[in-house]
């Protein structure tokens, strides 16, 4: 919101300085200000409120990548766990690579972690000492 607000005021500073340099210039009429608007809003540099917050990027040029090849993306990207639904999956996961450890191995290290002060539960124990 902070941009918006900084981006009007140097736009209306810019426009009294230009009006005061410039004296001979006659005020533009309210269909030239409506039609700066629609090119403004035309071109994304308009937005209203914080719901078009940021303002739309203007339209980018025609992609050079197919539709198959978007769709191959998409699905090598979902087998190694990149795509995530909703809340509840984010941050996404990378797919489990298989561990290397025991489950012995990690209760072990589990108990050590336990025995150095280096593990906590809850927020009693935040941060943890050690």
């Known amino acids: 919101m902070k941009n918006i607000a900084t981006a ?26 409506q039609a700066e608007l629609a090119q403004a809003k035309a071109t994304g540099q ?16 025609a992609s050079s990548v197919s539709r198959a090849q978007v769709q191959d993306e998409l699905a090598q990207a979902r087998a ?6 909703g809340e509840e999956q984010y941050p996404p996961q990378v797919a489990d690579q298989g561990s290397h450890l025991t489950r012995a191995q990690v209760q072990a290290e589990l108990a050590q972690a336990k025995a150095e002060g ?6 009693l124990d935040y941060p943890s000492q050690g």
């Open 80 to 85: 190694a766990g990149l795509i995530t639904y």
């Open 8 to 33: 009007i005021l140097l736009s209306l500073g810019v426009a009294a300085g230009a009006q005061a340099a410039d004296t001979q210039s006659q005020p533009l009429t309210r269909a030239q200000v």
């Open 118 to 123: 280096h593990y906590s539960f809850g927020n």
């Open 46 to 61: 308009y937005s209203f409120g914080e719901l078009d917050y940021p303002a739309p990027a203007p339209a980018a040029q």
